[in-house]
T-cell receptor, first 110, second 115 residues
Framework: GIQVEQSPPDLILQEGANSTLRCNFS?????LQWFHQNPWGQLINLFY???GTKQNGRLSATTVATERYSLLYISSSQTTDSGVYFC????????????FGTGTRLQVTL | GAVVSQHPSRVICKSGTSVKIECRSL??????MFWYRQFPKQSLMLMAT?????????EQGVEKDKFLINHASLTLSTLTVTSAHPEDSSFYIC???????????FGQGTRLTVV
């Protein structure tokens, strides 16, 4: 099956710092989403980004489908950004199933 | 975005009993919903695909008789953990796609503890 690897696995930042999270996938996909899982377990949709670049406030994402990776940028990080960030992909022709990446655990400190 | 509601958010049950978890799409119809399981500090693993009006499709290694799925309407899917054991303790979360069938949205999740 498709492999979805995220890096780094863990990240500690001071408030105000910027960061880049990476998602590599091993096969062609036609859907990619980024999520933030808060401490209560809720998955918050960040981006639906099968290709190209999108921005939403302090967050932006870029997917280069031909090279099989996506990047999530967090600028001016805040303590509320803490949590786990997942990318999830849908393999072409797999009946809408999302396969989740390994996750990046982010902690933003004061 | 579309809203998916899951209930209960937390449940504690005794070994041997069954627990039912509901997943509802509040503002759209979902012919397909998905059930995931997440162990502490791990990623989400797909358990099964719930199809309205037909049998669910289970991922390899998931026991059909242990995890019963019913998708009786276009807005409701249920997951029943039967004869629960402590090893079934986990975080269960459902998902559905919006009307355009592109972006997936998730319920709040259910934390199951079997004692």
């Amino acid at each position: 099956g498709i492999q979805v690897e995220q890096s780094p696995p863990d990240l500690i930042l001071q408030e105000g710092a910027n960061s880049t999270l990476r998602c590599n996938f091993s096969d062609s996909v036609n859907n990619l989403q980024w999520f933030h899982q808060n401490p209560w377990g809720q998955l918050i949709n960040l981006f639906y980004i099968p290709s190209g670049t999108k921005q939403n406030g302090r967050l932006s994402a870029t997917t280069v489908a031909t090279e099989r990776y996506s990047l999530l940028y967090i600028s001016s990080s805040q303590t509320t950004d803490s949590g786990v960030y997942f990318c999830a992909v849908m393999l072409t022709g797999t009946a809408s199933k999302l396969t989740f990446g390994t996750g990046t655990r982010l902690q933003v400190t004061l | 975005g579309a809203v998916v509601s899951q209930h209960p958010s937390r449940v504690i049950c005794k070994s041997g009993t069954s627990v039912k978890i509901e997943c509802r799409s509040l503002d759209f119809q979902a012919t397909t919903m998905f059930w995931y399981r997440q162990f502490p500090k791990q990623s989400l693993m797909l358990m099964a695909t719930s199809n309205e009006g037909s049998k669910a499709t289970y991922e390899q290694g998931v026991e059909k008789d242990k995890f019963l799925i019913n998708h009786a309407s276009l807005t409701l899917s249920t997951l029943t953990v039967t004869s629960a054991h402590p090893e079934d303790s986990s975080f269960y979360i459902c998902s559905a796609r919006d009307q355009t069938n592109t972006e997936a949205f998730f319920g709040q999740g259910t934390r199951l503890t079997v004692v």
